[in-house]
C-alpha cells in the first residue's frame, strides 16, 4: 500500500541526519488513517459495528485464523483467553518472568497464579522446561523472535511481538495487541484469534455485559469502529512496515557484525525490538542518551522481580539487554546516527 502524505514519524524516510533525539519507538500513521476514522465519526457510528466485525475477520484471516475476537487492550486479550479457557481462582499458568507486566496483571485478574519460567539464551522460554503440571501456559514471541511453543493443551500464543510473522496458529488461542507502538496500531486494542466457534463465542459473549437477559459478569472490553477503521489501514500497511523493519535490522546487522555487542537472531524474526547485549549495558545506554538517541530496556523490570521467583536467565538479560530504535518512520540518517553512536562507546 502506497501511503499519501503521511505525517508524525511515518514522515521520517529522509537520508539527511536531524538533530532531534530520536525516540526508541514511535507511532506510524498517515492522512489514510485520519480519513479512515473521519469516516466513521462522520457516520454518527462509532462505537463496536460493522467496522469491528470487519477488521476481525481481516485480521483472523492473514493469521490465518477462522475467528477473531476485537477488544480494548491485549492485557483484556489475555484476561478474556484464561476466561474462556475455564481458568479462574487456584488455577496455575506457566508464563515468562521476562515480559511485560500484562502477562502477570491478565492472570491474578482471573485470581489464577503465575508460574513464572526462566529466559533460554534466545531471551524466550525454552518450551521443554515449562511445568507440565500448569493449567494453561501463555507463550510469548519476544521481541518479534519466533519462540517454539510447550507441548500443552491450554496453550495462548502471544503474537503482540511477532504479529505477522510466521506465528498465531500455534495455540488453542493467540492474542496480540494493538497498542501505539506495536507492529500496527488502533491506539490502544487487542484481539482474540481462535479456531474454535466455541471459544470464540464464548468471547464475545463476554466482552460486553449489556442489554442480556441474563446476568453472570462480563467485562467492558470492546473496541470501537474509530478503533478498527484505523486498523483496518494499518493492517494492510503491516507487509510493507514489516519490510522497513527487516531493512533497519539488517543495516544494524551489518554494521555492528564486528562488535563486542551480542546481536539477535536474523531468522523468523520480525524485529518489533531490535535487542543487542552487553555487560557495560548502564553505561552504553547512558552514552546513547548523551548522544541524541533513546536506547531502552526492552522489558522494564521482569516478573521475578515482582512476585519472587529464581530466573537466573531473566536476570542475566535485565541486566544486559538494550533495545535500539527501530521502527517503520525511522530515517535512513537517523539509522546512521544510531549505528555511528554505537559504534563510538567501543571507541
Known amino acids: 500500500m502506497q501511503r499519501n502524505n503521511p505525517f508524525g514519524n511515518a514522515a521520517r524516510q529522509e537520508s539527511y541526519v536531524s538533530d532531534a533525539k530520536i525516540p526508541h519507538s514511535a507511532t506510524t500513521l498517515g492522512i489514510e488513517e485520519s480519513d479512515a476514522a473521519a469516516r466513521v465519526i462522520e457516520s454518527g457510528n462509532v462505537s463496536q459495528g460493522v467496522e469491528v466485525e470487519a477488521f476481525e475477520d481481516e485480521c483472523a484471516t492473514f493469521v490465518g485464523r477462522r475467528y477473531g475476537v476485537a477488544v ?52 524466550n522460554v525454552d518450551a521443554d522446561h515449562v511445568p507440565s503440571d500448569c493449567d494453561a501456559v501463555i507463550a510469548v514471541h519476544l521481541f518479534g523472535a519466533t519462540a517454539s511453543l510447550p507441548a500443552h493443551s491450554k496453550v495462548i500464543e502471544d503474537i503482540a511481538q511477532s504479529f505477522g510473522g510466521k506465528t498465531g496458529c500455534g495455540g488453542v488461542v493467540s492474542i496480540t495487541s494493538f497498542y501505539a507502538t506495536k507492529l500496527m496500531t488502533t491506539g490502544e486494542g487487542g484481539m482474540l484469534f481462535t479456531d474454535d466457534e466455541a471459544l470464540a463465542n464464548e468471547a464475545r ?28 489501514v494499518q493492517l494492510e500497511t503491516l ?11 539488517a543495516r544494524y546487522h551489518e554494521a555492528f557484525a564486528g562488535s563486542p555487542l551480542e546481536l539477535p537472531r536474523q531468522d523468523d524474526h520480525v524485529f518489533f525490538r531490535y535487542v543487542v547485549a552487553l555487560d557495560q549495558r548502564d553505561a552504553f545506554a547512558t552514552h546513547m542518551q548523551r548522544s541524541g538517541i533513546d536506547a531502552k530496556r526492552p522489558v522494564y523490570r521482569p516478573a521475578h522481580h515482582y512476585l519472587g521467583a529464581d530466573c537466573p536467565g531473566a536476570e542475566r ?12 518512520g525511522l530515517g535512513t540518517g537517523d539509522v546512521d ?3 555511528g553512536a554505537a559504534l563510538r562507546f567501543f571507541g
Not at 84 to 112: D, E, F, N
Not at 207 to 225: E, I, L, Q, S, V
Open 317 to 328: 538479560a535485565h541486566r544486559r539487554c538494550v533495545s535500539l530504535p527501530i521502527y517503520p
Open 239 to 249: 507487509p510493507e512496515f514489516l519490510v522497513q523493519r527487516q531493512s533497519i535490522a
Open 72 to 123: 480494548n487492550s491485549g492485557t483484556a486479550a489475555l484476561q478474556l483467553s484464561l476466561r474462556v479457557l475455564g481458568i479462574g481462582a487456584g488455577a496455575r499458568v506457566a508464563q515468562p518472568s521476562y515480559a511485560c507486566a500484562a502477562l502477570i496483571t491478565a492472570t491474578h485478574q482471573q485470581g489464577a497464579e503465575s508460574v513464572l519460567c526462566d529466559a533460554a539464551e534466545d531471551y
Open 337 to 339: 546516527r544510531v549505528i
Open 205 to 232: 459473549d463476554l466482552r460486553d455485559y449489556d442489554n442480556r437477559d441474563d446476568y453472570r459478569p462480563r467485562y467492558a472490553f470492546k473496541m470501537t469502529d474509530i478503533q478498527a477503521a484505523i486498523g483496518r
